[in-house]
């Protein structure tokens, strides 16, 4: 079975920048999305942004459109989120998540496999 496995979150001051990646391995899907997710503590997951492999075509939530990039590497079989302008507020886990076929969602529910979370901090 796949796996999707998060890294590069961590502690950085407001206005820094983070890059997040996402690594997919074991999927055997012709087609599929991969979507970034936040859960801060007390709060409900929160969909960022996606982008399917197949031809990179892209969707972002207004809580982060200008801020936050994302990209993909099909040879290496992983997402980017750049993250820039980070605010107190972006502090949370952040998740990755693939949803299969050529679909653009950044619904929690409609993603089938998740990585275990990489933690985003940021505070002075």
């Known amino acids: 079975q796949g796996q999707l496995v998060e890294s590069g979150g961590g502690l950085v001051q407001p206005g820094g920048s983070l890059r997040l990646s996402c690594a997919a391995s074991g999927f055997t899907f012709d087609y599929y999305s991969i979507g970034w997710f936040r859960q801060a503590p007390g709060k409900e997951r929160e969909g960022l942004s996606c982008?399917?492999?197949?031809?990179?075509?892209?969707y972002y939530a207004d809580s982060v459109k200008g801020r936050f990039i994302v990209s993909r590497d099909n040879a290496r079989n992983t997402v980017y989120l750049q993250m820039n302008s980070l605010k107190p507020e972006d502090t949370a886990i952040y998740y990755c998540?693939?949803?299969?076929?050529?679909?653009?969602?950044?619904?929690?529910?409609?993603?089938?496999?998740w990585g275990q979370g990489t933690q985003v901090t940021v505070a002075s």
């Open positions: 998540a693939l949803i299969q076929g050529l679909v653009l969602s950044i619904t929690p529910e409609q993603h089938d496999y």
């Open positions: 982008i399917t492999m197949s031809d990179g075509t892209t």
